[in-house]
């Protein structure tokens, strides 16, 4: 297992599929989140190309502009490529390769189970979901966070199932397989190959979208990281509000306004005290509060902007970054694939036979 860098407090691995420019629902709910990580844990973040495909197989040409944005989206929100290992899933074949011994192991019950695969074949109704490949997704996540002998999987409450289908995977695994360590000259000792990964649960506060619904590009409902001021600002003019402030009179409810959620996350306590008292009091209109929302919303986007222009500018230095990482990640993910192969017996390399006692003399 890895040696852990002595300021760290371990390893951590998650990622995301490369659905295109990243939301302010992909930033609260994730990648706020690992940028404050980066510090304390060794870090390795990733884009999720394959699992794009367990989808989104009969039409691939977004797939690698997707990845693109989303890199850009990291780079922008503040991962490190100093600090943290960046890198593309289908750059690190050693990921296909843990999946498929995996896939020897694993009872398909275990697959049919995933609370998101039932859903999924109910709700998708116009692709074909009854692949083999849709029934793995959740085994290849196993792949993606064990090929690194991950110990915590910061992800929402929505992928717990997948990070515990992970860790008895691993414990299969391990009953199953181990190595044989010679650590003296008396009986091989055993050591298991992987560790079981934790979820470090992302505290996801309720983020709405524009019309009040959860912010998700499948609602068209998004405010984009890379949203512009004049945009964002327009957005937030025509965000549904509390149902029952319909004149200027009326008083309204910040806790039943999505605007309200907003100020929640993005604004300070004092916005928050006038905006209670002035929507409750029917003193501020709903017009000058969604303007003290989007700026407060900008004091977050223009720095993440900033940093953006630069790779926006130049997607090559993304790109290459992007490789840098995944050569590191091919590294680690090498060395873990050396013990699982020793492990299940696959590493056929000429051993000479071992001496017995009786020789020499
Ligand atoms: N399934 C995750 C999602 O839809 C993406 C993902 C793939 C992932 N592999 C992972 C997340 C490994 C964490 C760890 O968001
Ligand atoms: Fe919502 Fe603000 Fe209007 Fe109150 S004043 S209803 S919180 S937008």
């Known amino acids: 297992m890895p040696e852990t860098k002595p300021n760290k407090k371990g390893r951590i691995l998650s990622g995301m599929r490369p659905t295109g420019k990243l939301h302010l629902g992909n930033y609260v709910g994730a990648l706020r989140n690992w940028v404050g990580l980066q510090d304390s844990y060794d870090c390795f973040f990733f884009i999720a190309d394959w699992h794009a495909l367990t989808t989104d197989y009969a039409d691939t040409r977004a797939v690698k502009q997707n990845s693109l944005e989303v890199m850009i989206d990291y780079l922008a929100a503040g991962l490190d490529p100093e600090r943290s290992t960046l890198f593309i899933q289908s750059h690190v074949p050693q990921h296909a390769e843990l999946h498929l011994l995996f896939s020897m192991i694993t009872p398909l019950g275990w697959l049919e189970r995933v609370p998101s695969y039932k859903e999924q074949r109910e709700n998708i109704t116009d692709k074909d979901l009854g692949t083999y490949g849709f029934l793995g ?48 000259d008396l009986d091989p000792q055993r050591e298991v190959v992987f560790p079981e990964p934790q979820p470090l649960l992302t505290p996801t506060p309720k983020l709405p979208g524009t019309d009040g619904r959860k912010m998700s590009k499948s609602y068209g409902n998004t405010i984009l990281l890379s ?3 004049t945009s964002l600002r327009q957005k937030l003019k025509t965000m549904v509000t509390d149902p029952a402030r319909v004149r200027r009179s009326d008083p309204g409810d910040p806790d039943k306004c999505p605007v309200g959620d907003l100020h929640k996350i993005f604004s300070d306590a004092g916005t928050m005290a006038k905006v209670y008292e002035g929507c409750r009091s029917a003193g501020i209109g709903c017009i000058e509060c969604k303007g003290w929302a ?56 000429y051993e000479p036979p071992t001496q017995s006692a009786g020789e020499g003399k």
């Open 137 to 184: 997704y959740p085994l290849l996540q196993s792949a993606d966070i064990l090929i690194y002998q991950a110990n915590f999987v910061p992800v929402g409450e929505d992928q717990v199932p997948h990070v515990e289908l992970t860790r008895e995977v691993a414990r299969r695994f391990n009953q199953f397989y181990s190595r044989k360590v010679h650590s003296g």
């Open 294 to 349: 989007a700026d407060n919303l900008w004091k977050v986007l223009a720095p993440i902007q900033e940093r953006r222009a630069r790779y926006e500018a130049d997607p090559k230095l993304a790109w290459d970054l992007l490789e840098e990482g995944s050569k590191k990640a091919r590294e680690a993910a090498e060395a873990t694939m050396v013990e699982a192969r020793d492990a299940t017996n696959l590493s056929h390399q």
């Open 227 to 229: 949203e512009p001021e």
